[in-house]
């Protein structure tokens, strides 16, 4: 067997904890604001509530990715033994979200921040404990490529299903087929492939002897983490702001699920297509190659109005061929970079926290600036202003293409310009000291 072979049987076991963790990441990052904003939280409000919570969601990230470093280190059964109640922890907080008793609609600011930070809290640690497997099962490039690509494409699953199954079946029955799709995932992700123990790598370490400052020394990972901010501020903000965008500027409420469907749904049709590439030209040209793709169709969203739903849909399907770049590739080259320092098999739990934290803090900035901003400039959700509706969409639209030119350019420099060889990904010796 090949660095780069990963049978399917073990590729679906591994990545299908990523279906169930998906219904909590859409609803949280997509419905949610929309769904307090109907509840009539003030945009103002409501824009501060999330900031908040994704704010406390990204700060203990790093936390979290410390103390799985500790818990892995332990083996994989004690991983999977706090996983459960985790998932459970995970459950009752989205219930509580989109059901909160009668008792708390006077305060149905204060109720979402306390249930979104708990909730958010528990999908973190799930999210990373999952990431860290990944990268723990060792390989190269287009080995780690494909594990990614197994854990988006089931995440992908879970996307289009939590997109479509709220507006067919209720919030009620799409939560209650989350709770089944959380005890399959994690029975199925215990019966998958397990990180090897490494040579040397002492049982039982504390987590607090893991320094939250070790990925920051080491410079590739800088130049990675800024490039992944760029870019993830670049998918933050339509993600926010695609409700608002559909209900409003084209007019179109009844077509969110649909068109979020067919975005998913190009985005887990491409993984294969990306793969092929990487093969190629390598995981920086081809993540590069995703960017350009993504520019080049959704500025057109800027040019669309009422009834454009047809020329929406094409570039939900083109922007979301160009996602499955986003979505594969940079979590195979932060683990590349994670073999390059030495750290593969010891701390890939600091370097996610971090990489999570990152990603967090994008959502925040997006919900905690995006929504206040367009209610001082006169949106409100159902306005038909023209000057309103002209700021939605430059801050749906152009702000993100924007954002997503600048992280093409410091991908390019940093890592395609100066031809970096993507690096090896076997599992290193412990002790190693990366260079700075």
Known sequence: MTASALPPRDGWRYGLPGLPLAFVALPLYVHLPHHYATLGVP????GAVLL????FDAV???LLGRWLDGVFAGGAPAVLRRAWPLALALWLGMWGLWFPPAWVHGHLAAWALLLAMATTLAYSALAIAHQSWGARLGGDAVRQARIAAWREGATLVGVVLASVLPSWWGWGATLALLALALLVALHTWGQGPQPPAVPGAPAGVPADQTDLRLPWRYRPFRRLLAVFVCNGMASAMPATLVLFFVSDRLQAPAAQG???AAYFVAAAASLPLWLAWVRRVGLARGWLTGMALAIAVFVWAALLGPGDVAAFAVVCVLSGLALGADLALPA???AGVMADAGDRGRHEGAYFGWWNLAAKGNLALAAGLALPLLGLLGYTPG????????ALTIAYALLPCLLKALAAGLLWQGFVRQHRPT???PVPTPGATPPT
Do not use: E, F, V
């Not at 945009?43 to 409501?46: D, H, V, Y």
């Not at 306005?383 to 002209?390: C, E, G, H, K």
């Open 332 to 334: 195979a080259l932060l």
């Open 258 to 260: 649909p068109l979020l």
């Open 52 to 55: 908040l919570a994704r704010a």
């Open 423 to 425: 690096p090896p990904a």
């Open 383 to 390: 306005s038909r202003d023209p000057a309103a509706l002209q």
């Open 60 to 62: 203990t990230d790093p």
């Open 43 to 46: 945009l103002a409000t409501l």
